[in-house]
């Protein structure tokens, strides 16, 4: 019989370690196999419910952080709350671990985690609710009673990172957070070609760049780095 199991970190392949490729290897042949047997076995999970925490402003956006052991929500009015949804975690209120709030309501977010054992949590978060076009940057990092352990409630250190304001625009294409930057791209208020701007949220650095884009929509962008020999 197999066993549908969590989704395996979702981090650079440099930053995993012999065990940790192995076991992502299983995970995906177990997976495989459960799903393709007449009978596949899903592992039940708690029912997240927000009734738990009073005074939460409604949903605007719901998301499954990359291990799948946490649910990361932005409310109106600029709150973020995080709940643990591992299905070894104690049931009730514990499930509820953190709330951080912003200056601005926010229409939009991205996040990914930090660390080889992926307990911080960065997020970055778009508002124009201001004069000038905001994107709030913050952390989450998850600290357990015993280290090298993911084991129990962790307790969640809350700060914030970076706030960066950009030039008004025509059209906001989105936000994205790879390899320890935030970047943004959008339309200038004057025409169509794609500015983008790459913000270092650890030393408030940013550069600008001006391309020739022309467009009115933005897909997806990967951003490649260029290893030298020496």
Request: with cysteine.
């Given at each position: 019989m197999g066993y549908a199991l969590p989704f395996p970190p979702f981090r650079q392949v440099s930053t995993l370690s012999t065990k940790e490729l192995i076991q992502v290897a299983v995970r995906f042949v177990s997976i495989g196999d459960n799903l393709a047997s007449p009978e596949p076995q899903f592992r039940s999970h708690w029912v997240l419910s927000l009734e738990e925490e009073e005074l939460l402003p409604p949903i605007n956006v719901f998301g499954i952080l990359p291990n799948g052991h946490y649910v990361l929500i932005m409310h109106e009015e600029g709150v973020f709350t995080l709940w643990d949804v591992r299905p070894t975690s104690i049931p009730g209120p514990g499930r509820f671990l953190a709330r951080h709030e912003v200056s601005d309501e926010t229409v939009s977010m991205e996040y990914t985690t930090e660390g080889s054992d992926g307990t911080c949590i960065v997020v970055a978060a778009f508002s124009e609710e201001t004069d000038l076009?905001?994107?709030?940057?913050?952390?989450?990092?998850?600290?357990?009673?015993?280290?090298?352990?993911?084991?129990?409630?962790?307790?969640?250190?809350?700060?914030?990172?970076?706030?960066?304001?950009?030039?008004?625009?025509?059209?906001?294409?989105?936000?994205?957070?790879?390899?320890?930057?935030?970047?943004?791209?959008?339309?200038?208020?004057?025409?169509?070609?794609?500015?983008?701007?790459?913000?270092?949220?650890?030393?408030?650095?940013?550069?600008?760049?001006?391309?020739?884009?022309?467009?009115?929509?933005?897909?997806?962008?990967?951003?490649?780095?260029?290893?030298?020999?020496?």
């Open positions: 076009p905001t994107i709030f940057v913050f952390q989450l990092q998850l600290n357990f009673p015993s280290e090298g352990s993911s084991h129990g409630i962790p307790e969640v250190v809350r700060s914030d990172l970076a706030k960066f304001c950009i030039n008004p625009f025509r059209y906001f294409a989105r936000i994205a957070l790879q390899e320890g930057l935030c970047f943004a791209w959008y339309n200038s208020e004057d025409e169509e070609k794609i500015t983008v701007s790459i913000l270092d949220y650890r030393s408030s650095k940013r550069m600008d760049l001006e391309t020739d884009i022309i467009a009115t929509t933005v897909g997806s962008f990967y951003v490649l780095r260029e290893y030298t020999k020496r």
